[in-house]
């Protein structure tokens, strides 16, 4: 078991060199950054053109009020307020126009480390690749927006239905998330793959996300400090780690299927090195 479990381990050291999985990880992880602030904004412009400023009022500011600075606080509600009180018709149109550039740009960099996970080379033209990544960021943008807003709203629901709504918060969210890796790994790479073994590495991804979702959830509402100048930079740097992380999360889980699949296949994949199948 020993020798088994050496040999996984070397496996993955190996995998990770030859397919540069840190070195993607880090490009998809830049492209994602960029797009929290478009985001941010494409999502308050949203709610204040669709009527729910209490989602702010009730659930957002109330939770982040009590880590930030008297005056920082005060600075971002009358910002966001203001928001709410013009029209955000130019806004939401700006916003989301620079939200799906980058997160197209990190569906791009996604292309190129499955693709190297496949050892595919893509010739597709740059208009078809550039059409699927704006399509492909337009769904994930919404399934990850969609289970943001179902995990938060959901959360604070109370009453005789605090149970329920616990419950269906993370059946949604996870519906949602699976469908968008789901879009992603079937339509990113040049050279599709069995759906056989998709599950699997879906599975790590989304639960994996869920855990370092919920961590970094906990940091900020009872660790974090906004209120000093420390307590700020670490928070940016938790939130670097945990898109990094992530980041990381999914180029294991595609190598995961990529492994599966050769093992259906008849080749020496992780199967057979955990196990002891073959040499």
Not at 247 to 254: A, K, R
Request: hydrophobic fraction near 55%; charged fraction near 15%.
């Amino acid at each position: 078991m020993q020798n088994r479990l050496r040999r996984f381990v070397q496996l993955w050291i190996d995998l990770f060199a030859r397919h540069e999985l840190l070195d993607h990880a880090s490009a998809i992880a830049f492209q994602v950054l960029k797009s929290v602030i478009p985001l941010t904004l494409l999502g308050l412009a949203i709610l204040g053109a669709g009527g729910q400023q209490h989602v702010w009022r009730k659930t957002i500011a109330p939770a982040i009020k009590g880590h930030l600075q008297p005056a920082t606080s005060h600075a971002i509600n009358i910002a966001v307020e203001k928001i709410f009180s013009t029209d955000s018709t130019g806004l939401i149109v700006f916003a989301a126009f620079l939200s799906l550039w980058y997160i197209s740009g990190a569906v791009r960099a996604v292309m190129g480390a499955v693709n190297q996970i496949y050892e595919a080379e893509d010739k597709r033209s740059w208009p078809i690749r550039y059409a699927i990544s704006f399509g492909l960021a337009a769904c994930i943008a919404l399934g990850v927006i969609g289970a943001l807003l179902v995990a938060v709203l959901l959360g604070h629901v109370g009453g005789t239905l605090q149970v329920v709504a616990q419950i269906g918060r993370w059946i949604g969210a996870i519906a949602l998330l699976a469908v968008a890796l789901g879009l992603l790994v079937r339509f990113a790479p040049a050279k599709h793959r069995s759906k056989k073994w998709i599950s699997a590495g879906s599975a790590l991804v989304i639960v994996t996300w869920i855990g370092a979702t919920l961590i970094f959830e906990l940091f900020v509402s009872h660790v974090a400090n906004f209120k000093t100048a420390t307590g700020e930079l670490a928070v940016f740097l938790v939130l670097i780690g945990y898109v990094y992380t992530s980041s990381i999360i999914l180029m294991v889980g595609v190598e995961l299927d990529e492994l599966l699949r050769e093992d259906t296949a008849g080749q020496r994949g992780v199967l057979h090195v955990l196990f002891g199948y073959g040499k």
